[in-house]
């Protein structure tokens, strides 16, 4: 099956939690904090691996995860960080978001795009001590990993495609240069989906594509419609075949036109790209025929059943994909490096105050506020965060309610902030 557009989910692993824990001595009451740090969960990433022919396997299986970090433990043991979830996607995949945009357009086998973040582990509670504070006993939670949706879209990488109707000779002509092996037949569309062949002229290799037939109204949704001129895209090069046989009802010059004025319906940079028009099938025809066929000049007549005219047509289009190339330089892929959202929104919702953003998350994820230690020390990370001076500014008064993620607290600007400034490392 021929997949070549598929939404799924990606969702990264959470990060492990940190715990609380003491090293008991003799002569100590308290303890020394030894609880460990959560592990970092798994992040997703999408690499390219040209040997995947499609999206298949994603319409499939659309829901993916990567591996959660593992929680810290006493004696200062740190969890484990989730592994790395790489999913492998065809060459020329196009990666966009739910808000449409285009995150990675991935043309090149190894690239690699990440597409959702592990979660940070929590720290343990002998990460957060302080001369001030000998022994906390509030560790962090870890983190959710970010989970999206994903739009994949594979648009095949070929130097030339195909266009013609059915019965043009398109698979023939592919099967005869190339190691491609579509199937052939004289009924209409024997092709149901695009074929890749590379094709060594000299010393130089083209890829060229098969595309399924076109016929008048495919972009009314006639025969297969459009769908399939998406993965002509991407060439450098029209081939349009037409067809002097009796398979057609159209003469070969209505066909050319019939097929310009579909591509111009799909894109009409599409009728601008350069393109060479072939007569298929010279082997039915006398050699002045062709003159008389009124499909203007450079028009190439082969025939894929004897081998005619097939090298010379080979020939011309390599050196029309050369001299592009010259001109033209390579498409490039690009992957849009987003910075992660590290600030916070306010915003008034009903009689709340709400902050969202990962800020606030990172603010408040603490195990048990019920602890007053954990309590003032959450109320010092609103400060240095900035989220309460943007409360202020928003508006907030003391005695309002001040929603993050599932926490609800009444805001109390009145911090004092004598103490050190505790942000410290994991
Ligand atoms: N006489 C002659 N017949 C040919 C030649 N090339 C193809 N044919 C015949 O034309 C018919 C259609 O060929 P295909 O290669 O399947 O045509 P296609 O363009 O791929 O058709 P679709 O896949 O349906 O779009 C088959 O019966 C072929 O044997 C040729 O050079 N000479
Ligand atoms: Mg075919």
């Not at 450098?236 to 067809?243: K, P, Q, S």
């Not at 910075?339 to 606030?360: K, M, N, Q």
């Not at 240095?384 to 907030?396: E, F, K, N, R, Y």
Request: charged share 25%.
């Amino acid at each position: 099956m021929f997949i070549d557009r598929v939404t799924i989910t990606v969702r990264a692993g959470d990060g492990g939690a940190g715990v609380s824990s003491f090293l008991r001595r003799k002569g100590l009451p308290k303890g020394k904090p030894n609880g460990g740090s959560g592990g970092a969960g798994g992040d997703v990433t999408l690499v390219v691996d040209a040997s995947v022919p499609t999206l298949l396997r994603y319409e499939r299986h659309p829901v993916w995860k990567a591996p959660s970090g593992s929680h810290g433990e006493g004696d200062l043991r740190h969890g484990k960080r989730g592994d790395q979830l790489t999913l492998r996607v065809p060459l020329g995949t196009t990666v966009e978001d739910t808000d449409g945009v285009t995150v990675a357009d991935l043309v090149e086998d190894g690239q690699e795009v990440l597409v959702a973040r592990g979660g940070r582990g929590g720290r343990g509670n002998a990460a957060f001590v302080s001369p001030k504070r000998r022994a906390p006993t509030f560790t962090e939670q870890g983190e959710y990993g970010e989970e999206v949706d994903l739009h994949l879209e594979m648009k095949l990488l070929a130097d030339a495609a195909l266009i013609g109707y059915p019965n043009a000779g398109k698979s023939t002509l592919i099967s005869r240069v190339s190691a491609a092996r579509p199937k052939i037949a004289d009924y209409p569309f024997t092709t149901l989906t695009p074929n890749l062949g590379v094709v060594s002229i000299g010393d130089r290799e083209i890829v060229l594509a098969d595309i399924p037939g076109l016929i008048e109204g495919a972009a009314d949704g006639k025969g297969l419609g459009h769908e399939f001129l998406r993965h002509t895209e991407r060439a450098r090069v029209l081939l349009v075949l037409v067809d002097p046989s009796d398979l057609q009802v159209d003469s070969p010059s209505r066909q050319l036109e019939v097929l310009v004025r579909e591509l111009e319906a799909h894109d009409s940079e599409l009728a601008a790209r350069p393109r060479i028009v072939a007569v298929s099938k010279s082997d039915l025809l006398d050699d002045d025929d062709v003159a008389s066929l009124n499909l203007g000049p450079n028009v190439f007549p082969f025939s894929a059943l004897t081998g005619d005219g097939v090298d010379t047509l080979m020939y011309h289009l390599a050196g029309v994909v050369s001299e592009i190339e010259r001109s033209v330089p390579e498409r490039e892929g690009f992957v849009l490096h987003r910075p992660l959202r590290d600030d916070f929104e306010i915003r008034s919702v009903g009689t709340e105050w709400v902050v969202e953003g990962i800020a606030g998350v990172r603010a408040v994820n603490l195990s048990d506020l019920t602890n007053p230690e954990a309590a003032e020390f959450v109320s010092k990370r609103l400060v240095s965060s900035g989220i309460v001076q943007g409360l202020i500014d928003a508006g907030a008064e003391a005695g309002d309610d001040v929603r993050i993620g599932d926490i609800v607290f009444t805001f109390d600007p009145e911090t004092d902030d004598e103490d050190e400034n505790e942000e410290e490392s994991p």
